[in-house]
Nanobody, 123 residues
């Protein structure tokens, strides 16, 4: 049974940083494509970042977070991270990690999701 458990959310001020973690279990972490998504109040869930399992983890970012957020993975700890710097109020939302296997594309649907962690950025 695949499980994804996020942690690290919280309430911060604009300009602050947070690091989200997502522990993955139940399937080979080394061969998973991992993503972070977010959902702001009243809006649809949107893609934030993804990391592949090849080339030591190739990364992809939404334009809205590029240059401020960094996704990384620790295969020894079965954990994916999202380092978020220069946070702004528009970054507020529930952040979800997601995983999929047996594919070479970070786009499209993901098979497994975490429960989400709240990030609130005050101005």
């Amino acid at each position: 049974q695949v499980q994804l458990v996020e942690s690290g959310g919280g309430l911060v001020q604009a300009g602050d940083s947070l690091r989200l973690s997502c522990a993955v279990s139940g399937r080979s972490f080394n061969s998973a494509i991992l993503g972070w998504f977010r959902q702001a109040p009243g809006k649809e869930r949107e893609f934030a970042a993804a990391i592949t399992y090849w080339n030591l983890g190739h990364t992809y970012y939404a334009d809205s977070v590029k240059g401020r957020f960094t996704i990384s993975r620790d295969n020894a700890k079965n954990t994916v991270y999202l380092q978020m710097n220069s946070l702004q109020p528009q970054d507020t939302g529930v952040y979800y990690c997601a995983a999929k296997w047996d594919t070479a594309s970070y786009t499209g649907s993901y098979d497994y999701w975490g429960q989400g962690t709240q990030v609130t950025v005050s101005s």
